[in-house]
Nanobody
């Protein structure tokens, strides 16, 4: 079974920063992709950022310029650096690994509030 362990969520003031981490139980070096999605109550899950095995990235327009996705393949980990956080970024954030099929993390809560 593939497991994705997420961490780094929490409460932060507007304008602050957080870094989310997601560590996989197997290598992430194989062809595929990793990404982050988020979901608010009553809303569908939406793409935040994705990075493929070639290093190409894609971001939602709402986070472009503020969030950065990166990987550390030696640690089987994907990161989401979130800067200039806004209240509308408040959501549960889910890690995604795609290697033939999709695997999801358990989600981590991010709350942006003063």
């Amino acid at each position: 079974q593939v497991q994705l362990a997420e961490s780094g969520g929490g409460l932060v003031q507007p304008g602050g920063s957080l870094r989310l981490s997601c560590t996989a139980s197997r290598s992430i070096s194989s062809p595929g992709a990793m990404g982050w999605h988020r979901q608010a109550p009553g809303k569908q899950r939406e793409l935040v950022a994705v990075i493929d095995s070639g290093g190409s990235t894609k971001y939602a327009a709402s986070v472009k310029g503020r969030f950065t996705i990166s990987t550390d393949n030696a640690k089987n980990t994907v990161y989401l650096q979130m800067n200039s956080l806004k209240p509308e970024d408040t959501d549960v954030y889910y890690c995604l690994l795609v290697q033939g099929r999709s695997y999801w993390g358990q989600g981590t809560q991010v709350t942006v509030s003063s």
